[in-house]
């Protein structure tokens, strides 16, 4: 029987008062790369003795807040058993929101009484909500589990904020955080919520705040040494891409600033008496490069995994533009980071909102548009490359992947599939050879949610196997995917083969 099921149905929070408001919409769900827990390392968990681990999970939407879930399988149960839907089989916590500046300090100042109810009381007035959503481990060493959690997320109108949670081992080796965010816990007990407000908060006007992704801190090569923040690339009514400055430090790779007082993220081996630095000197917001400009608006970002300054622009007319770094040595250096467009794809006449590089080479480029189609491009000859100057292929096409928009579309670590959400209220799983030509989904979850379906991200626990020799089936049962939608509710399905 296959291993594709439904394994738990998370509702929106209830709301308060005799005629409460409907559930605000979730548009994105992101499963955390970064492990949730000391006891998670680089390691195989045993298949005989799965791991407990939980997965960790970011959502935004309309809210003025962005939740943050555990999620932690409660039994060791065969993921080929005829529940359909069982949810005593995953336990679900909510004890964490990440929230603006603006919105902590009202929240500090108007619930003094200690309870949760009472926070609805910021919320009179209309909130823009997070449109775009993105989530980076912060790290480039050796060690495939240690980093912190970098998380960017931006509003309509163009204000983005960044938080950043630290390591848990960090935390249990004691190290000192030079510059951590301040928090404050609100209810008691199992109705306590912990708020924390950004690291770093900026709004650049010219930006449409439905696009954004954080450029990969692994490759350790993008930064030089002068220039070492994390930078975040926005999309722009006008065509444009503007590359901007978070204020967040880099992990830098070699140990360079091993066993100091600059020491950006420090890895498992971190001890006691350490000072984390987690802030650089740089004003966050400033814009390095303006890529693109002039033509349609964009619609979806994706940074190539491997490929250093690379990434895919989907736009509102259907063409699909890959940037790659014009620098010779691949380094930013203030103030020349500059970029060249080296694919134009041209296949679709409809809006790109979905958009994806496969995991975890990048050998194939995803994308999804209006009118319900999904296409698979070629890009391995790219692979041993430090530019995309390589021919891109368009290899596969799903005519009919959804029958109405495809709204987002999340690659499987294991390199094989690819998962699709659209208008019809669906959500599909894709071979990424012949199943997209063919248009035929190894699996459809049909009807999940009540309207659109805005989101899907796929995540593993951190340090298991997610596919390769004698790994298949141990990664196929730690996978779950994640949908989310119009309804306030979010899905968990699980992806065994």
Avoid at 205 to 229: C, E, M, Q
Avoid at 277 to 296: F, L
């Amino acid at each position: 029987m296959s291993g594709y099921r439904t394994l738990h149905r998370i509702q929106p929070p209830a709301g308060q008062g005799e005629s409460p408001p409907p559930p605000s919409p979730i548009w994105r769900v992101r499963f955390s790369p970064c492990r949730s827990s000391s006891s998670q390392s680089a390691q195989e968990p045993s298949a005989a003795t799965p791991s407990s681990s939980s997965l960790r999970l970011l959502a935004a939407g309309a809210s003025d807040s962005i939740r943050c879930y555990s999620l932690t399988d409660r039994t060791n149960k065969d993921a080929d058993t005829n529940d359909i839907l069982d949810a005593s089989a995953m336990s679900v916590e909510c004890k964490e929101s990440l929230v603006s500046k603006e919105n902590y300090n009202n929240i500090v100042e108007n619930n003094s009484n200690n309870s949760i109810s009472d926070v609805g009381v910021v919320r009179s007035r209309a909130t823009l909500g997070y449109a775009a959503l993105d989530i980076a481990r912060n790290y480039c060493g050796a060690d495939t589990v240690a980093g912190n959690e970098t998380v960017a997320a931006s509003q309509l109108g163009g204000k983005v904020c960044l938080w950043v949670r630290l390591d848990p081992m960090l935390i249990e080796n004691g190290v000192t955080v030079a510059d951590n965010a301040a928090s404050t816990t609100v209810g008691d007990g199992s109705e306590s919520m912990r708020y924390i407000q950004p690291h770093a908060e900026f709004t650049v006007n010219s930006v449409t705040g439905t696009t954004l992704a954080i450029r990969p801190p692994s490759l350790a090569n993008y930064y030089s040494k002068k220039d070492t923040d994390i930078l975040v690339a926005l999309g722009c009514a006008n065509g444009a891409v503007v590359l901007c400055k978070t204020g967040i430090l880099a992990a830098r790779p070699g140990g360079e600033n091993a066993g100091s007082s600059s020491t950006v993220v420090g890895d498992s081996s971190s001890s006691s008496g350490e000072t984390i630095q987690i802030m650089s000197d740089s004003n966050p917001g400033e814009i390095v490069a303006t890529v693109g400009g002039g033509h349609a608006c964009v619609m979806s970002l994706a940074f190539h995994p491997t490929i250093p300054n690379c990434f895919a622009v989907g736009r509102k007319d259907g063409t699909i533009d890959i940037y790659s770094s014009a620098a010779t040595d691949n380094y930013y250096h203030a103030g020349d980071l500059s970029f060249r467009r080296m694919h134009r794809l041209v296949h679709s006449s409809f809006p790109i909102r979905a958009l994806a590089f496969s995991q975890p080479d990048g050998a194939l480029l995803f994308a999804g548009d209006d009118d319900g189609k999904l296409y698979s491009y070629d890009a391995s000859c790219n692979n041993e490359r430090t530019n995309m100057s390589a021919p891109v292929k368009l290899v596969a096409c799903a005519l009919t992947a959804h029958k109405g928009w495809v709204m987002n579309l999340t690659p499987f670590p294991d390199g094989r599939r690819v998962a699709t959400c659209g208008s019809d209220r669906s959500v599909r799983v894709w071979d990424c050879g012949m199943g997209l030509a063919s248009s035929t989904p190894v699996h459809s979850f049909e009807g999940v949610h009540d309207g659109l379906v805005w989101g899907v991200d796929c995540g593993s626990v951190v340090g298991a196997s997610v596919g390769g020799i004698g790994g298949e089936r141990a990664g196929g049962d730690r996978l779950k995917l994640m949908s989310c939608g119009n309804d306030g509710v979010m899905q968990v399905f699980s992806c065994g083969e």
